[in-house]
């Protein structure tokens, strides 16, 4: 049996369909000075592919992928609540139900995918606001 190695999440990331959003490791990477847990992220990656090339066996590469999608969980839930504190402010408020219900369907229900598009634009890590 061989195990995917997949640093973001199903359909998240750099495994994105549409392929708009960033690299979940690489944004871990850029920020990892700034929270245990990212940092954690990175280093559990690098013991997983480490045990992959020197062909560690089907429970070790199990155990290592899981602690690894643990860590990596975490480290997004960091990356998170960094990023509302640092993101631009915007301009006025809006009234409560003045938008339409085809613009609240398209936009994203999570913070995960708002974090995700705002660095696919040029958002905060490159502008800085994770580092």
């Not at 640092?86 to 995918?113: E, I, Y």
Request: aromatic residues 4%.
């Amino acid at each position: 049996m061989r195990l995917d190695l997949q640093c973001c999440p199903p359909n998240r990331g750099c495994n994105s369909p549409e392929r708009d959003q960033p690299c979940v490791l690489e944004l871990c990477r850029q920020a990892s000075g700034e929270e245990p847990e990212i940092a954690l992220a990175v280093t559990r990656w690098n013991d997983l592919r480490e045990a992959l090339e020197r062909g560690c066996g089907n429970r070790e590469a199990r155990f290592r992928r899981r602690t690894f999608e643990r860590a990596r969980s975490d480290a997004l839930w960091a990356l998170l609540m960094h990023a509302p504190a640092r993101a631009p402010k915007r301009g006025g408020r809006r009234r409560r139900g003045m938008r339409s219900d085809l613009s609240r369907a398209r936009r994203s229900a999570t913070r995960q995918d708002v974090l995700l598009r705002q660095n696919a634009r040029g958002g905060a890590v490159e502008r800085g606001a994770l580092r």
